[in-house]
């Protein structure tokens, strides 16, 4: 009698990875790797990750929502996958087919109904909440524009009282556990803010204005990026929320206030850079309290030269960490890295102390003033203005010196 | 001797020879002629290999393969394409020479002349049944026939309703349109209520009433738009509006005025002159209350709301004059201001600053002419 042909397996080793296929080898690698992004540990713009009210409301939302959609997903996915498997073809015989089964289809009709109400309530309530306005004790008018935001805070009783406008870029500074009411718009195409830790998105659109609460728990650095499409350096388009403590908030106020100091002496580096900035940089560029050399003051007419009619206000450059949309950074690494990762307690001063020459990153801002224009991709060209009747979007590239350039970076270096 | 194919490319290239000469006397130019004549000769050459090649490769001496060929079969009647497709390929041409609009109309005409070409032939070539031929013709081609023949032919009713319209006045339009609505209806009404009546009338009334609309907008367009005057408003404003905008008396742009407004969600802010002659503000946001100064952008459309509260008509000015700077050259006065509302009534103006309001020696102000005590400092940063 001889034994009945024995079974071939394949063999289960270290070799099962380089039999898979192609694309199942680079499909499970792509997974892994999506999987490996959710560790992150810098990850500033985590929506998971919520520093205030706002966020968290959408948070406890979110995570059920999620749950509930993750186990309808998981019995949907199972049960296509068994009949998948169990009703394959094998050669069988068609089995009877039959048409309607009145409980069933009633059932299937009323179950997702009710899971869609469910969610639906406190997605409604939720949204409602967000967009209560009446609980707000600061105003921050913010207006995004070709690729950049500017931040100016009227003048209020809130805010802990603004006495004269302040108009920055790039950073919003708030206080902390302090409703705070973003009135947004636009000067050219749809731009859309989010803070991902602090609230949801909020389109800003020209001639609209829409608004978005915002508040944080906590000092510290929360980051955002535009999230509507809006053209070449829509990538580049970022801001970020300075959240201070009351006592710092006011310090910062006072910064924003402060008149305006003229470069001491006729014939410093920074004294040179104020002229240098009078005729280079002051058409598009505010400074307050700047005057020309009769004496009259200085006002920049963005207006004339750019297609949103409007460019950064340089009067306190140096007490904002960033630049140029805020897609650079004012601080080199070091001092960077210094501010980031600051504890709440400490936070509000390093971030007050602004920039100082030793932690200047001046190289990207030496570049930026070199050519502007190939450190971030705008619309400059002389060549291709005809649409927007010869105004830039973007700084142009003003063909500086290298002279021109320490003179500036000197004189900004006094901007605080 | 001439095979089907060849007739095309000879015909083809006896309009482009034709056109060649006529451009060449007609523009001067010799680029375009040497181009067309290339074409014409290039043409010549693809007719002749098409002749000596008999179409398919089949040989003169195979006279009975080419008699019983396909391509030799009679079409059951006269087809219009080709002629069609000729017309669109010479207006393509003149178009070429002469207005764009003539090119496009060339092409359309070129494209959709061959596209039916291509399916009467494809469709005639079938089956040996005729009758099946023309259904399969019809399955293939009505479903794109309709939809556009329905969309030129409603085009060209509404142009020419448009161009009646512009022509007549205002009062007549209504007068003629309103006779127009009720032999429309009347006739629509016979049709419904009268099956006797015999379908054929019935389409040559309403082929009648087409005509006569379509004839009708020939005339008025040709004829031209009524004289259409433009009202006078606050924008743009010249030495008459700033008359205006320090005026409380009432000015041409002030009759029949808009005193309501339907856009109020997205406004920068309203300003209300309350009965004692003093403004109220309100912003979005709950901080406003009391305020003496109201904080708008620059360089932002800014939707502001004045509300009229008090017992008299009364409109919104804003001075907005700057000195000339560097940066800027004298742009002389600008005022802003909506037209005379009427008491509750309410009206937008839209603001758009380019100079911030420290550039204005006294800043910028808005105020009611006539109401002294109405002040609100404008602060733009």
Request: net charge negative; with cysteine.
């Amino acid at each position: 009698m001889s034994n009945p042909p024995l079974k071939r397996h394949p063999l289960r080793s270290a070799s099962t990875f380089s039999n898979m296929s192609r694309r199942l080898r680079i499909g499970l690698v792509a997974g892994l790797g999506l999987l490996a992004a959710g560790c992150a540990q810098d990850a500033p713009q985590d929506t998971w990750d919520p520093a205030g009210p706002n966020a968290q409301m959408i948070h406890n939302l979110q995570w059920p929502v999620f749950a509930i959609a993750g186990v309808v997903g998981v019995i949907v996915l199972t049960f296509i996958a068994i009949i998948i498997v169990k009703f394959r073809d094998r050669g069988q015989a068609i089995p009877e087919q039959t048409h309607g089964k009145p409980a069933l289809e009633i059932g299937l009709t009323i179950l997702p109904a009710l899971i869609l109400i469910g969610v639906a309530i406190p997605t409604v309530g939720t949204l409602m909440a967000l967009n209560e306005t009446d609980d707000t004790e600061c105003i921050v008018n913010v207006t995004g524009q070709q690729w950049w935001w500017e931040i100016d805070y009227a003048q209020q009783d809130g805010c802990g009282g603004v006495s004269e406008p302040i108009v920055t870029s790039g950073q919003m500074i708030i206080p902390i556990n302090t409703p705070v009411l973003v009135r947004g718009t636009s000067r050219d195409v749809i731009h859309s803010w989010w803070i991902p830790r602090l609230n949801g998105k909020k389109d800003m659109v020209p001639g609209r204005v829409h608004t978005v609460r915002l508040e944080a728990d906590e000092p510290g650095i929360y980051a955002g990026q535009c999230t509507e499409f809006c053209g070449l350096s829509h990538a580049n388009m970022r801001m970020e929320v300075i959240a201070l403590t009351a006592e710092d908030f006011e310090t910062w106020k006072a910064q924003q206030l402060a008149p305006y100091e003229a470069p001491i002496g006729d014939d410093t580096l920074a004294a040179t850079g104020e002229a240098t900035f009078v005729a280079q940089c002051s058409r598009c560029h505010q400074v307050n309290g700047l005057e020309d050399a009769d004496g009259q003051p200085v006002i920049a007419r963005p207006d004339l030269q750019v297609y949103s009619g409007a460019a950064p206000n340089l009067s306190y450059f140096m007490t904002r960490n960033t630049f140029a949309g805020a897609t650079f950074d004012l601080l080199n690494n070091e001092c960077r890295d210094d501010v980031w990762d600051s504890d709440p307690a400490t936070f509000g001063e390093k971030y007050l102390a602004g920039v100082s020459e030793d932690c200047l990153n001046s190289v990207d801002l030496r570049e930026w003033l070199r050519n502007a224009p190939a450190k971030k991709p705008m619309y400059t060209d002389p060549a291709e203005l005809a649409e927007t009747d010869g105004l830039v979007r973007g700084m142009p590239n003003l063909a500086l010196s290298e002279d021109q350039i320490d003179e500036l970076v000197a004189y900004l270096l006094e901007r605080k | 001797m001439f095979t089907t194919g060849s007739k095309l490319l000879i015909g083809a290239s006896v309009l482009a020879a034709i056109s060649a000469i006529a451009y060449g006397v007609a523009q001067d130019g010799v680029m375009g002629t040497v181009g067309l004549a290339s074409a014409a000769l290039a043409l010549a050459f693809l007719a002749g290999v098409n002749i000596y090649t008999r179409d398919s490769n089949i040989w003169d001496d195979e006279i009975s393969s080419v008699e019983t060929a396909p391509a030799a079969a009679r079409p059951p009647a006269n087809s219009i394409w080709p002629m069609a497709f000729a017309l669109g390929a010479a207006v393509l041409t003149v178009g070429l020479v002469t207005y764009q609009a003539v090119f496009v109309v060339g092409v359309v005409v070129l494209l959709a002349a061959g596209a039916e070409w291509t399916a009467e032939a494809w469709a005639e070539r079938a089956s040996a049944d005729a009758g099946y031929n023309a259904e399969v013709r019809s399955r293939i081609a009505n479903p794109l026939e309709f939809p556009l023949a329905a969309a030129i032919g409603i085009g060209i009713i509404v142009y020419s309703f448009s161009r009646i319209m512009l022509w007549l006045s205002k009062t007549n339009t209504v007068i003629a349109f309103a006779v127009l609505g009720v032999i429309i209806i009347t006739v629509a009404f016979l049709i419904a209520y009268r099956p006797g009546l015999k379908s054929k009338a019935a389409v040559g009334a309403i082929a009648v009433g087409v005509l006569a609309l379509v004839a009708g907008g020939a005339a008025a367009g040709l004829d031209g738009e009524r004289e259409i005057k433009e009202h006078e408003t606050t924008e743009g404003l010249t030495e008459e509006g700033e008359e205006i905008c320090l005026s409380p008396e009432e000015f041409e742009a002030d009759e029949k005025a808009s005193q309501s407004v339907a856009a109020s969600a997205n406004v920068a802010a309203e300003i209300t002159l309350t009965e004692s002659g003093s403004f109220e503000l309100d912003v979005v946001g709950p901080l406003t209350e009391g305020s003496e100064a109201i904080t708008l952008p620059r360089s932002n459309p800014n939707n502001v709301i004045f509300i009229n509260e008090s017992d008299e008509e009364r409109r919104l000015s804003v001075d907005l004059t700057v000195p000339p700077t560097d940066a800027a050259e004298d742009e002389g006065p600008l005022l802003k201001c909506t037209t005379l509302v009427e008491p509750g009534g309410r009206q937008n103006i839209t603001l758009t600053i380019g100079a911030p309001s420290f550039a204005a020696p006294d800043g910028y102000f808005f105020f009611v002419p006539g109401v002294e005590s109405a002040r609100l400092e404008l602060i733009v940063p």
